[in-house]
């Protein structure tokens, strides 16, 4: 049986994702009760026209099954949107190397859409959290959608109202556009770039900090926030050195999911580590680069099996994780296949957290089907 105990060692450790196709003070923690509130229903098709015959009515599904296609949805939905926001964005890469303006209120609009989508379900986050793009993605609007997306989410969980979340979502769509007024080449991870490279790299955040000033801002701020999004806690970042007090809370949080969405998805999409060995990188070698309240919000949103790990359950079933339990991590919703890891002829859908008696016992690779 997986323990907690063993994660936070290394051991015991989770799966990959498999690729598919997130006002207060940010140092203020709101605790977690419960996950996010399941998708409304769909609504009823309407009535046929007049003088139509009316189908004969189908029998129902079985609830595991109509459980599953519900999950497919949303996760269809999720998708589209994430798509739809990563468009978007490389929609502007021309507009920060001409006089043409962003469209503020049309970025308005579709962050909130996103904040409503995660307020709905965690499906989006965990579409945004994957290791893995589609082809043909530009990079920097990839991951500039997954840095909003996620610090939406953790800024959420400590706390910040919708207007705040906007603010900060729109801020995250936009903190590396100063990275297209720079060469392609410098694209890959920071190791890899040598001493003149890291300098030149490093010019980013006042190149989208002039780029936004030009756009004329909607709200005070924002060109502070995408300015510091590189500074650190104890004065190590840049481009200015700034300490802890000096950092706008938005950047604090939006340099904490730029950290983590690199770690797992490199610049480049070149591969990156699984989310929880993401998460004991920035424990280990950046403790003082964040506030510990915003590594702890972000720990709290990175479920040990994510959606979409294969597991082993004691019962020797294989099962598919289909839906997070953030009060008890090591007991997810699955979707259950047989030991060979094939999918029944009637869908078992099984909430761990209400078998007391069934239980994982570790990961499976995919290769392991």
Request: aromatic residues 4%; charged residues 20%.
């Amino acid at each position: 049986m997986v323990r907690m105990s063993d994660l936070v060692r290394g051991r015991g450790q989770p799966a990959a994702p498999a690729p598919a196709s997130t006002g207060g003070p940010a140092g203020t923690e709101r605790p977690v009760s419960s996950p996010p509130p399941e998708a409304p229903p769909a609504r009823p098709a309407p009535p046929p026209p007049v003088g139509t015959a009316r189908p004969e009515p189908r029998p129902e599904p079985p609830a595991a099954a109509a459980d599953a296609e519900d999950v497919e949805a949303q996760r269809a939905a999720a998708e589209s949107l994430f798509s739809a926001l990563v468009r978007s964005l490389e929609s502007l890469r021309e507009r920060t190397r001409s006089d043409a303006a962003i469209s503020w209120p049309e970025l308005e609009r579709l962050v909130t859409i996103v904040l409503d989508s995660l307020e709905r379900s965690g499906e989006l986050f965990w579409v945004a959290n994957r290791t893995s793009a589609p082809p043909g993605m530009d990079f920097v609007a990839f991951h500039m959608a997954r840095v909003a997306v996620l610090a939406m989410r953790v800024g959420g969980t400590v706390g910040l109202g919708r207007p705040a979340l906007v603010e900060l979502g729109m801020a995250g769509c936009l903190i590396d556009v100063g990275l297209w007024q720079l060469p392609p080449a410098l694209l890959k991870p920071a190791d890899a770039l040598g001493p003149d490279e890291q300098k030149l790299y490093r010019t980013h955040p006042r190149l989208g900090a002039d780029v936004i000033r030009r756009w004329s801002p909607p709200f005070p701020g924002l060109i502070d926030v995408v300015l510091q999004h590189h500074e650190r806690e104890q004065g190590q970042g840049y481009p200015q050195g700034l300490g802890s007090e000096a950092i706008q809370p938005h950047a604090k949080i939006l340099g904490l999911v730029d950290t983590y969405t690199q770690l797992t998805v490199a610049p480049g999409f070149k591969p990156g580590v699984r989310p929880h060995e993401a998460i004991r990188e920035i424990v280990r070698t950046k403790h003082a680069s964040f506030p510990p309240s915003l590594v702890k919000a972000l720990l709290n949103e990175i479920s040990v099996f994510p959606p979409g790990t294969l597991v082993r359950l004691n019962s020797g079933e294989v099962g598919r994780v289909i839906g997070v339990n953030r009060n008890h991590p090591l007991r997810p919703r699955v979707d259950v296949y047989d030991a060979r890891g094939h999918r029944l002829a009637v869908p078992k859908i099984i909430d761990l957290s209400e078998a007391p008696f069934l239980y994982i016992t570790g990961p499976v690779a995919e290769t392991a089907r």
